[in-house]
Protein backbone atom coordinates (compact mmCIF):
# COMPACT_ATOMS: atom_id res chain seq x y z
CA UNK A 1 0.00 0.00 0.00
CA UNK A 2 1.38 3.62 -1.08
CA UNK A 3 0.36 6.05 1.52
CA UNK A 4 -0.32 8.85 -0.76
CA UNK A 5 -2.95 6.31 -2.49
CA UNK A 6 -5.02 5.35 0.75
CA UNK A 7 -7.79 8.16 1.45
CA UNK A 8 -8.60 9.22 4.57
CA UNK A 9 -11.76 7.71 6.07
CA UNK A 10 -11.97 8.61 9.75
CA UNK A 11 -15.55 7.96 9.63
CA UNK A 12 -15.27 4.68 8.07
CA UNK A 13 -14.62 3.31 11.34
CA UNK A 14 -18.04 2.06 11.97
CA UNK A 15 -18.08 0.10 8.72
CA UNK A 16 -14.65 -1.57 9.42
CA UNK A 17 -16.25 -2.74 12.35
CA UNK A 18 -19.20 -4.47 10.81
CA UNK A 19 -17.58 -5.43 7.27
CA UNK A 20 -14.20 -6.51 8.84
CA UNK A 21 -13.23 -9.04 11.19
CA UNK A 22 -10.10 -8.44 13.56
CA UNK A 23 -8.18 -10.94 11.63
CA UNK A 24 -8.59 -8.87 8.18
CA UNK A 25 -5.06 -6.88 8.99
CA UNK A 26 -5.04 -6.00 5.12
CA UNK A 27 -7.69 -3.94 5.47
CA UNK A 28 -6.39 -2.18 9.07
CA UNK A 29 -3.42 -1.72 7.69
CA UNK A 30 -4.85 0.54 4.77
CA UNK A 31 -7.29 2.48 7.53
CA UNK A 32 -4.48 2.56 9.40
CA UNK A 33 -2.49 4.41 6.72
CA UNK A 34 -5.34 6.52 5.70
CA UNK A 35 -5.67 8.27 9.10
CA UNK A 36 -1.84 8.71 10.60
CA UNK A 37 -0.50 12.20 9.92
CA UNK A 38 2.80 12.65 8.50
CA UNK A 39 4.56 11.40 11.75
CA UNK A 40 2.85 8.58 11.67
CA UNK A 41 0.39 9.23 14.57
CA UNK A 42 -2.91 8.04 14.60
CA UNK A 43 -5.46 10.38 16.52
CA UNK A 44 -6.57 9.41 19.93
CA UNK A 45 -10.18 9.61 19.25
CA UNK A 46 -9.92 6.85 15.85
CA UNK A 47 -7.68 4.99 18.50
CA UNK A 48 -10.45 4.49 21.13
CA UNK A 49 -13.21 3.03 18.94
CA UNK A 50 -11.07 0.65 17.47
CA UNK A 51 -11.24 -3.12 17.96
CA UNK A 52 -9.44 -4.36 20.98
CA UNK A 53 -6.87 -6.62 19.33
CA UNK A 54 -6.22 -3.28 16.82
CA UNK A 55 -6.29 -0.97 19.15
CA UNK A 56 -3.75 -2.89 21.44
CA UNK A 57 -1.19 -3.47 18.34
CA UNK A 58 -1.58 0.49 17.44
CA UNK A 59 -0.72 1.61 20.81
CA UNK A 60 2.13 -0.55 21.46
CA UNK A 61 3.44 0.88 17.78
CA UNK A 62 2.75 4.08 18.94
CA UNK A 63 4.98 3.61 22.27
CA UNK A 64 7.45 2.23 20.67
CA UNK A 65 7.79 3.10 17.05
CA UNK A 66 6.62 6.55 16.64
CA UNK A 67 9.50 8.88 17.63
CA UNK A 68 7.44 12.00 17.53
CA UNK A 69 5.71 11.05 20.44
CA UNK A 70 9.34 11.15 22.99
CA UNK A 71 8.64 14.81 22.94
CA UNK A 72 5.06 14.54 23.80
CA UNK A 73 4.66 12.37 27.44
CA UNK A 74 1.15 13.40 28.28
CA UNK A 75 -0.18 11.53 25.09
CA UNK A 76 2.46 8.84 25.48
CA UNK A 77 0.92 7.98 29.00
CA UNK A 78 -2.66 7.93 26.70
CA UNK A 79 -1.25 5.75 24.60
CA UNK A 80 0.15 3.43 27.29
CA UNK A 81 -3.42 3.40 28.80
CA UNK A 82 -4.64 1.50 25.39
CA UNK A 83 -2.47 -1.44 26.27
CA UNK A 84 -4.18 -4.72 27.20
CA UNK A 85 -1.14 -6.00 29.58
CA UNK A 86 -1.20 -4.22 33.29
CA UNK A 87 2.16 -4.90 33.44
CA UNK A 88 2.99 -3.23 29.80
CA UNK A 89 0.84 -0.29 30.57
CA UNK A 90 2.45 0.16 34.21
CA UNK A 91 6.13 -0.50 32.64
CA UNK A 92 5.41 2.58 30.16
CA UNK A 93 3.32 5.24 32.49
CA UNK A 94 5.79 4.21 35.11
CA UNK A 95 8.81 5.91 33.17
CA UNK A 96 6.76 9.46 33.98
CA UNK A 97 6.30 9.21 37.55
CA UNK A 98 9.66 11.00 37.94
CA UNK A 99 9.35 13.98 35.36
CA UNK A 100 9.74 17.42 36.05
CA UNK A 101 6.31 18.68 34.34
CA UNK A 102 3.41 18.31 37.30
CA UNK A 103 0.97 17.88 34.12
CA UNK A 104 2.89 14.62 32.96
CA UNK A 105 3.40 13.54 36.60
CA UNK A 106 -0.02 13.96 37.30
CA UNK A 107 -1.56 11.79 34.52
CA UNK A 108 1.29 8.98 35.09
CA UNK A 109 0.00 8.87 38.60
CA UNK A 110 -3.32 8.88 37.72
CA UNK A 111 -2.81 6.00 34.70
CA UNK A 112 -1.62 3.64 37.12
CA UNK A 113 -4.14 4.69 40.11
CA UNK A 114 -6.51 3.69 37.26
CA UNK A 115 -5.69 0.43 37.41
CA UNK A 116 -6.87 -0.34 40.83
CA UNK A 117 -3.51 0.47 42.78
CA UNK A 118 -4.08 2.62 45.81
CA UNK A 119 -0.54 2.04 46.78
CA UNK A 120 1.04 4.74 44.83
CA UNK A 121 -1.53 6.91 46.06
CA UNK A 122 -0.49 6.50 49.80
CA UNK A 123 3.07 6.40 48.55
CA UNK A 124 2.79 10.25 46.84
CA UNK A 125 1.93 11.99 50.15
CA UNK A 126 4.19 14.71 49.86
CA UNK A 127 3.29 15.47 45.92
CA UNK A 128 2.24 18.53 44.05
CA UNK A 129 -1.91 19.34 44.45
CA UNK A 130 -2.43 18.87 40.51
CA UNK A 131 -0.94 15.44 41.27
CA UNK A 132 -3.19 14.58 44.39
CA UNK A 133 -5.92 16.22 41.78
CA UNK A 134 -5.55 13.24 38.96
CA UNK A 135 -4.79 10.44 41.55
CA UNK A 136 -8.28 11.21 43.36
CA UNK A 137 -9.80 11.79 39.90
CA UNK A 138 -8.67 8.76 38.65
CA UNK A 139 -10.06 7.02 41.71
CA UNK A 140 -13.42 8.37 41.42
CA UNK A 141 -13.78 7.08 37.65
CA UNK A 142 -13.44 3.38 39.37
CA UNK A 143 -16.67 1.04 39.53
CA UNK A 144 -18.81 1.11 42.80
CA UNK A 145 -17.98 -2.64 42.62
CA UNK A 146 -14.22 -1.89 43.53
CA UNK A 147 -14.75 0.08 46.65
CA UNK A 148 -14.84 -2.43 49.54
CA UNK A 149 -14.81 -1.67 53.10
CA UNK A 150 -11.35 -3.36 53.48
CA UNK A 151 -10.05 -0.18 51.55
CA UNK A 152 -11.63 2.15 53.97
CA UNK A 153 -8.28 2.55 55.93
CA UNK A 154 -6.17 3.04 53.10
CA UNK A 155 -9.07 5.80 51.51
CA UNK A 156 -8.76 7.03 54.78
CA UNK A 157 -5.10 7.74 54.68
CA UNK A 158 -4.82 9.50 51.31
CA UNK A 159 -7.96 11.58 52.37
CA UNK A 160 -5.94 12.49 55.75
CA UNK A 161 -2.47 13.23 53.65
CA UNK A 162 -4.16 15.40 51.48
CA UNK A 163 -5.79 17.68 54.02
CA UNK A 164 -2.51 17.74 55.72
CA UNK A 165 -0.82 19.36 52.32
Known sequence: WK???IPKFPKALPCLRKW???EDEEAYEAWSLGNRD???VLPLHLMSDLPA???HKDALRHL???LALTTRPVVCVTY??????ADAAHTHIELYLSHHDVGVRGKAAGGLVSEGGLELAISRRFENDLVRQEILSAITKWPVEAFTADLCPQFEEIVRHALDA
Open 3 to 5: RER
Open 20 to 22: FTE
Open 38 to 40: KDG
Open 53 to 55: VWR
Open 64 to 66: EEV
Open 80 to 85: AEHLPD
